[in-house]
T-cell receptor, first 108, second 114 residues
Framework: GQNIDQPTEMTATEGAIVQINCTYQ??????LFWYQQHAGEAPTFLSY????GLEEKGRFSSFLSRSKGYSYLLLKELQMKDSASYLC?????????FGAGTQVVVTP | EPEVTQTPSHQVTQMGQEVILRCVPI?????FYWYRQILGQKVEFLVS????????KSEIFDDQFSVERPDGSNFTLKIRSTKLEDSAMYFC????????????FGSGTRLTVV
């Protein structure tokens, strides 16, 4: 089976940086994805890593270490609209296994 | 930008009734998926579908569930006899290749079983 762990909640100030960690144990691995989900809405794709290292996309960056089963999502220059749940998801062939999500609260 | 469309956005049904949730995947996509999210819990994989057959299903996807691509554009999830614990958001997704970058989720159907 698979185990995906991420913190339940994080709070940060507008304009700051927040790093959301994700650790995983999986029997099959084709990539580590990060999604953003606002309450009552569908997950929307943010970033993904297949190989080790850092991927940067504007204010969002994601890092992967396959040997350590570890990833993080870095959110820079936080804005109020970034308040949402951030889902770590491991892709095994076609399907995704999601973590429980990290609720990020951005305060003024 | 192409979208995955789901209807209805919200459905209320009585326990024991059959429901069909509908999805229109992106037109050139070949792989289709259903996920569900019980309120306050994580998104869970239900089933993947390719070439008119189920390619993988989770333990949640028991005999009460079935999927179908009835007409080449729609992709449906049927729950034969709904239970209270089936209340959840159901998300459809599609991708051009198996689990590739272009994995698009629909906006979801909120199913409430009373």
């Amino acid at each position: 089976g698979q185990n995906i762990d991420q913190p339940t909640e994080m709070t940060a100030t507008e304009g700051a940086i927040v790093q959301i960690n994700c650790t995983y144990q999986t029997s099959g691995f084709n990539g580590l994805f990060w999604y953003q989900q606002h309450a009552g809405e569908a997950p929307t794709f943010l970033s993904y890593n297949v190989l080790d290292g850092l991927e940067e996309k504007g204010r969002f960056s994601s890092f992967l270490s396959r040997s350590k089963g570890y990833s993080y999502l870095l959110l820079k220059e936080l804005q109020m609209k970034d308040s949402a749940s951030y889902l770590c998801a491991v892709r095994s062939w076609g399907k995704f296994q999601f973590g429980a999500g990290t609720q990020v609260v951005v305060t003024p | 930008e192409p979208e995955v469309t789901q209807t209805p956005s919200h459905q209320v049904t009585q326990m024991g009734q059959e429901v069909i949730l509908r999805c229109v995947p992106i037109s050139n996509h070949l792989y289709f998926y259903w996920y569900r999210q019980i309120l306050g819990q994580k998104v869970e994989f239900l089933v993947s579908f390719y070439n008119n057959e189920i390619s993988e299903k989770s333990e949640i996807f028991d005999d009460q569930f079935s999927v179908e691509r009835p007409d080449g554009s729609n992709f449906t999830l049927k729950i034969r006899s709904t239970k209270l614990e089936d209340s959840a958001m159901y998300f459809c997704a599609s991708s051009e290749l198996q689990g590739d970058y272009g994995y698009t989720f629909g906006s979801g159907t909120r199913l409430t079983v009373v």
